[in-house]
């Protein structure tokens, strides 16, 4: 069998199928708006530099309509008036989940968030954080080869 996805150190959808599998079916389980869903996935995978990730999620949050403008800013979201206060809330409460060992999530970082979302929807954010930082670790682990990707690509093989 002959990946979509090449990974220099271990092909981990043919050694392994069935946990990557479910892997992608918790992330299709979640309910989130995806721009918000779009901004964690690429912001996390920025954070932890998943080149493979980064190539995936800025492709598929262009084809999603978000702007260049706003991708090219998220690693300064901070500073950038182009996210509103609800992104900011979630991208903060991401950072705070990929960097967990640095300062586990402070109270004030949950607190945001936690009054910029539903109850419903903080949860699933902290799912797709912690989702996306898992396929980053596969991803980055394996070895998966960026670039390659086109929008479509993951649910044609899934």
């Known amino acids: 069998m002959s990946s979509p996805f090449p990974a220099d150190r271990i092909q981990l959808d043919e050694v392994s199928p069935k946990p990557l599998r479910a892997m992608y079916h918790l992330q299709n389980s979640l309910e989130l708006d995806e721009t918000l869903a ?10 932890n530099g998943c080149a493979f990730c980064i190539d995936m999620h800025w492709k598929d949050a262009r084809v999603a309509g978000e702007s260049e ?7 300064a979201w901070r ?9 900011r809330a979630v991208l903060g409460l991401t950072e705070a ?12 970082v949950w607190e945001d968030a936690a009054a910029n979302l539903s109850e419903s929807e903080l949860a699933n954010v902290v799912y797709e954080a912690t989702v996306i930082n898992a396929w980053n670790r596969l991803m980055i682990s394996a ?7 086109q929008p479509g690509m993951l649910q044609a093989v899934a």
Not at 38 to 47: E, G, P
Not at 69 to 75: F, I, K
Not at 143 to 149: D, E
């Open 143 to 149: 070895r998966v080869q960026p670039g390659l990707y």
């Open 97 to 108: 989940i990929t960097l967990v060992a640095d300062d586990h999530i402070p109270d004030e």
């Open 69 to 75: 403008e706003r991708l090219y800013a998220l690693n």
């Open 38 to 47: 779009n901004l964690i996935r690429l912001r996390a995978s920025m954070v």
């Open 79 to 87: 500073e950038s008036p182009l996210f509103d206060e609800r992104e």
